[in-house]
């Protein structure tokens, strides 16, 4: 596909945890650095975290860190957003993307999936 898919989401309680799956899209290479951003209702898209290629180096956004992970299988061009204590601002659509920086301003490369939505209760 040209463009990525994800899945996983749905409706949690706060503090609760969600695993997010993302299949890459048909240009992705294993060498490539794979992202996952998110938007909330009335907000625009926002970096959530980032992946290298070879998987050993992660950065997040700072509202997420320590709670969220990433990682990846290259094998099956897969990516993985792990969420743990989940808080009610966490409630957006989640995509993942193919990504170019410089950080901290890293851009999707691909054309944008559908994304999987995230709701949060409190």
């Known amino acids: 596909q040209v463009q990525p898919v994800e899945f996983g989401g749905g409706l949690v309680q706060a503090g609760g945890s969600l695993r997010l799956s993302c299949a890459a899209s048909?240009?992705?290479?294993?060498?490539?650095?794979m992202g996952w951003f998110r938007q909330a209702p009335g907000k625009g898209r926002e970096f959530v975290a980032v992946?290298?290629?070879?998987?050993?180096?992660?950065d997040y956004a700072d509202s997420v860190k320590g709670r969220f992970t990433i990682s990846r299988d290259n094998a099956k061009l897969t990516v993985y957003l792990q969420m743990n204590s989940l808080k009610p601002e966490d409630t957006a659509v989640y995509y993942c993307?193919?990504?170019?920086?410089?950080?901290?301003?890293?851009?999707?490369?691909?054309?944008w999936g559908k994304g999987t939505l995230v709701t949060v209760s409190s």
């Open positions: 048909s240009r992705t290479r294993s060498t490539d650095a």
């Open positions: 993307n193919r990504v170019a920086g410089p950080a901290p301003n890293w851009r999707g490369m691909d054309y």
């Open positions: 992946i290298s290629g070879s998987g050993d180096i992660t």
